[in-house]
Antibody, heavy 122, light 107 residues
Framework: EVQLVESGGGLVKPGGSLRLSCAASGFTFSNAWMSWVRQAPGKGLEWVGR??????????DYAAPVKGRFTISRDDSKNTLYLQMNSLKTEDTAVYYC?????????????WGQGTLVTVSS | SSELTQDPAVSVALGQTVRITCQGDSLRSYYASWYQQKPGQAPVLVIY???NRPSGIPDRFSGSSSGNTASLTITGAQAEDEADYYC??????????FGGGTKLTVL
């Protein structure tokens, strides 16, 4: 069964840091381009960033609101994706989903994890 | 512009057909993908590419595209189809971009 399981969410103060993890199983994680997508309470989906497979260069890219503060990494030996979040702001409060991104030639996200809630509040 | 525009809310009578649309310049170059999200759950891919359904998605879901508009059609809507629906394409940098979502109510 293809599965993504996020962990690491919680309550953090503004300016603080948090690291999310996403454990993958049921597919060849090392070949996958992975993304983080977030959803603020009552709002829509927002792409956070992505990391390519090491075969394709392993590079990262980020949405403007998080660039310079968030870092995506991967450990293919552990089938795990990470999101390091620094200098957190109240507007980063959201459920964070990990998902595999099929980028080309088409464009879709599948599967998705169940999400982990990050709350940034003093 | 790098935006995907969806109607905030749409309703359909049980068993009838409903079309949910997504407008944006990037749709002239990229196919949309569509996601269903029920309250408290993660999004689920329902349509990708020209008109492809992942395994397990009922064939009452279909996709189409014309110019700068992509559409998700549900033919014979069921009560369990009541959910939020999001389209996805790319922005001008080639990065993923989501529409604002459409809340579908089945009456």
């Amino acid at each position: 069964e293809v599965q993504l399981v996020e962990s690491g969410g919680g309550l953090v103060k503004p300016g603080g840091s948090l690291r999310l993890s996403c454990a993958a199983s049921g597919f060849t994680f090392s070949n996958a381009w992975m993304s983080w997508v977030r959803q603020a309470p009552g709002k829509g989906l927002e792409w956070v960033g992505r990391i390519k497979s090491k075969t394709d260069g392993g590079t990262t890219d980020y949405a403007a609101p998080v660039k310079g503060r968030f870092t995506i990494s991967r450990d293919d030996s552990k089938n795990t994706l990470y999101l390091q979040m620094n200098s957190l702001k109240t507007e980063d409060t959201a459920v964070y989903y990990c998902t595999s991104w099929i980028a080309a030639p088409l464009n879709w996200f599948d599967p998705w994890g169940q999400g982990t809630l990050v709350t940034v509040s003093s | 512009s790098s935006e995907l525009t969806q109607d905030p809310a749409v309703s359909v009578a049980l068993g009838q057909t409903v079309r949910i649309t997504c407008q944006g310049d990037s749709l002239r170059s990229y196919y949309a993908s569509w996601y269903q999200q029920k309250p408290g759950q993660a999004p689920v891919l329902v349509i990708y590419g020209k008109n492809n359904r992942p395994s397990g998605i009922p064939d009452r879901f279909s996709g189409s595209s014309s110019g700068n508009t992509a559409s998700l059609t549900i033919t014979g809507a069921q009560a369990e189809d009541e959910a939020d629906y999001y389209c996805n394409s790319r922005d001008s940098s080639g990065n993923p971009l989501f529409g604002g979502g459409t809340k579908l109510t089945v009456l």
